[in-house]
Structures are given as C-alpha cells and as structure tokens.
C-alpha cells in the first residue's frame, strides 16, 4: 500500500530548470534512502542522484554542479532540483525511495516515472 507519486516534468529549453517532486504515502516508519534514477529512448536506466538516511549524497558525473537532489523527511518527499538542462538530460525520470513500512522493513519502491523533455 506505499505509493509514490511523482510530478514536476514537463518540456524546457536548454538551459533552463525544473523541480522534480516524490512524495510517498502509506504506513512508513523510516526512510533509508532516496534516489532518483533516468532512462532514456533505447537506454538503460541510470542513477542520477541518490541521498542517504543520513543525508549524504552522490551523482553521477555528468549531472554534477548541475542537479541537486534534497529531501523533507517529515513530507517523506524528495526533491531534484535540475539547473542548466541540456537535451542528453531528455528521459523518464523514475523516484526510489528505500523504506522501512508497515509491510516490508527494507522496501525497494519506484514511482511511475516522470517525463523531462529539454529541447529547443
């Protein structure tokens, strides 16, 4: 019954920004990772950025000084703040959040995915 709901994609020029946002609902009891994760047309998935429970974060070299993933534990959200889009950002941008619930206590959960389209 833990769902995430992701929003915040939509089409922009190169050099522009956008906020993705995945918030989880359910009976959650702590949150042990976040992370958001792309793929694009007739590309593997690949991790973008990802945040532990105790607040450090990794991304992937070609997103560095660019993207900047946060998180609101009492919202049980995070958040990926994307600066300077170019169109290799282009792909469906996927949330994982790996919690403790009332039903799995490590749980692996993926949103349904959010389209980002950086383009001219």
């Known amino acids: 019954q833990v769902q995430l709901v992701e929003s915040g994609g939509g089409l922009v020029q190169p050099g522009g920004s956008l906020r993705l946002s995945c918030a989880a609902s359910?009976?959650?009891?702590?949150?042990?990772?976040m992370g958001w994760y792309r793929q694009a047309p007739g590309k593997q998935r690949e991790l973008v950025a990802a945040i532990t429970s105790g607040g450090s974060t990794n991304y992937a070299d070609s997103v560095k000084g660019r993207f900047t993933i946060s998180r609101d534990n009492a919202k049980i959200t995070v958040y990926l703040q994307m600066n300077s889009l170019k169109p290799e950002d282009t792909a469906v941008y996927y949330c994982n959040q790996k919690l403790s619930t009332a039903y799995e206590v490590q749980g692996d959960y993926w949103g349904q995915g959010t389209q980002v389209t950086v383009s001219s």
């Open positions: 359910g009976t959650i009891y702590s949150i042990n990772a």
